[in-house]
């Protein structure tokens, strides 16, 4: 599995910013994704918000030679999420 790559492939991680969502993002990164990084910020109730949880894994992922953009929207309007995908990455794959 380790031979697995998506070089050139564009993945959309919803909850991107904790847990799993972020695991999976960085994975796909890390085997040559461009990952649009969706996260609202909120805890795990779904009060408050922030960009900060979606920032945080987009700044790890560039740092380590991987391209993410951070999305900030609601999954129920997944139309701007994959807005974000070509407006930043020109493509969507996943």
């Known amino acids: 599995m380790a031979d ?3 070089d ?4 959309v991680i919803t909850g991107a ?3 799993l969502g972020r695991a999976y993002a960085l994975l ?4 040559g994704a461009k990952v649009v990084v969706n996260d609202l910020g909120g805890g795990r109730h779904g009060d408050g918000k922030s960009s ?5 894994v987009v700044d790890e992922i560039r740092r380590n030679g991987g ?3 951070a999305d900030y929207n609601n999954v129920i309007e997944g139309a701007k999420i ?8 020109d493509e969507l794959t996943y």
């Open 52 to 56: 900060q949880a979606a920032d945080v």
């Open 4 to 6: 697995l790559r998506f």
């Open 8 to 11: 050139g492939k564009v993945a």
């Open 28 to 31: 796909f990164a890390s085997r």
């Open 67 to 69: 391209i993410a953009v």
């Open 17 to 19: 910013g904790a847990g």
């Open 82 to 89: 994959i807005d974000t995908a070509l407006q930043n990455l």
